[in-house]
């Protein structure tokens, strides 16, 4: 953390260059403001890149007032993160800032929901602007913000999914795909992985194969999960099995383009087919890379053989854009294209928006038409003005400033040096992913590959959040961190994110030690 605008005079005021220009200290001055300042005293904190935004004075609730209204007002389900939740207040770019003035490098994106950056000058300038125009109709009067943004998004998606539908949630668009499926194809049995997840509403639970999302009374009927094929944790894996710079620590004697763990993958997939579904079936869900469960990544070609075998049983086949769209993995705009594939429908939320709630759903006309015949489809909110204008401004900042290409560059950086963590230290198992989104499995020790335990993941994640490093957690036991920032990040903010991550665990291991 580093003390952004504690103890500053008033009179300072707010300086805002191009988001992808060099980040400079505003102050060069009051260097003692810009020092890395910690709360653990056994290493030098690592020293945190400088920032050129300077955020507002906090002046809300105190901090105890918000816990306290927290808990007598909000939902008692448990989701915060640390032992003394963060109280945020601004957001710039990479960064963000908590009441007491602490900056932050925000390397989880608001669960991979932030694209661009917070507060994007480009976009907050569009939503102001529309602000002031027209918020609201209703899709029951035309406005030019819905087509604008319809005809930008349609050019970016190949032939033949055309047709989209404008709705407000990841989970809300994941809930219409499963009814276009069933519509289209008159069956009802649907596929998702294990560790998969599509959402909690009471339709899109079925499809989300994590324990902590599961009822115990009945919900999301007629949906079938089918083992995830994790090439680090499943009982199947070797060296050249995914789209990445970094593969498993697993040998294999697979020759090139032949990958034996795909094989075994695809014959549990097959016996799922034969024996817990109908002959018939109306579709399968997948995510590019799994998103909840760790940032897990497929065997290459397992996709491309599974949609044949769904397509076989008069199935659609979903593909999740929820977290791996809009150029996040670097080498494609869309998380499917990463695999070859032609889905019949795509669904796409979070980073479509940069944290304003918006999604959509992508498909045929075929099987749009299928919908239309079977129910009134209607949102009240999808595709408000305030949303589309905001879209669009995301879609054009991603390619003016070239987004796409610097998540491959530099999530390809990042990638290959957590990768060499992972070769120092014993504890972390397995670094995978694609672009900027990387997941990193922490374990007992790599020949088990046991989980490391929770108590030992919390201190590892509240130390990085002391020395200024936001991470996400994920994984069936909790037991990997999500790094996934947004993607106007530099190399320079991969080094000092290295660093913390490295001098967390070098803290964790020394205090194992005693």
Partial sequence: MILAWRHLPRTLHQKISSPRTPKTCLFPNLGTFWRSVTKLDLHTKPRMPPCDFMPERYQSLPYKRVLEIHEQHLSPVLTAYFPKP??????????????????????????????????????????????????????FFFHPASYEYAEKLSSLLPEPLKVIFLVNSGSEANDLAMLMARAHSKNADIISFRGAYHGCSPYTIGLSNVGAFKMILPSGMSCQSTMCPDVFRGPWGGSHCRDSPVQTIRKCSCAPGCCQAKDQYIEQFKDTLNTSVAKSIAGFFAEPIQGVNGFVQYPQGFL?????????????????????????????????????????????????????????????????????????????????????????????????????????????????????????????????????????????????RQPLPREEINQIHEDCRHMGLIIGRGGIFSQTFRIAPPMCISKAEVDFAVEVFRSAVIRHMERQAK
């Fill in 86 to 139: 963060l109280l945020l207040h601004q957001g710039h770019m990479q960064w963000l800032f908590d009441y007491e003035g602490n900056r932050y490098l925000d390397f989880f994106s608001g669960i991979v929901t932030v694209s661009v950056g917070h507060c994007h000058p480009k976009v907050n300038a569009v939503a102001q602007k529309q602000l002031g125009r027209l918020w609201h109709v209703s899709a």
């Fill in 304 to 448: 491309k053989e599974a949609f044949e075998l769904v397509r076989e049983r008069g199935g659609v086949c979903v593909v999740d854009e929820v977290q791996t769209g809009f150029g996040r993995l670097g080498s494609h705009f869309w998380g499917f294209q990463t695999h070859g594939v032609l889905p019949d429908i795509v669904t796409m939320a979070k980073g479509i928006g940069n944290g304003f709630p918006m999604a959509a759903v992508v498909t045929t006309p075929e099987i749009a038409k299928s919908l239309a015949k079977s129910v009134l489809q209607f949102s009240t909110f999808g595709g408000n003005p305030m949303a589309c204008a905001i879209g669009k401004a995301v879609l054009e900042v991603i390619k003016e400033e070239n987004l796409q290409e610097n998540s491959q560059e530099v999530g390809t950086y990042m990638l290959l040096k957590f990768a060499k963590l992972r070769d120092e230290f014993e504890i972390i198992g397995d670094v995978r992913g694609k672009g900027l989104m990387m997941g990193v499995e922490m374990v007992k020790d790599k020949m088990s």
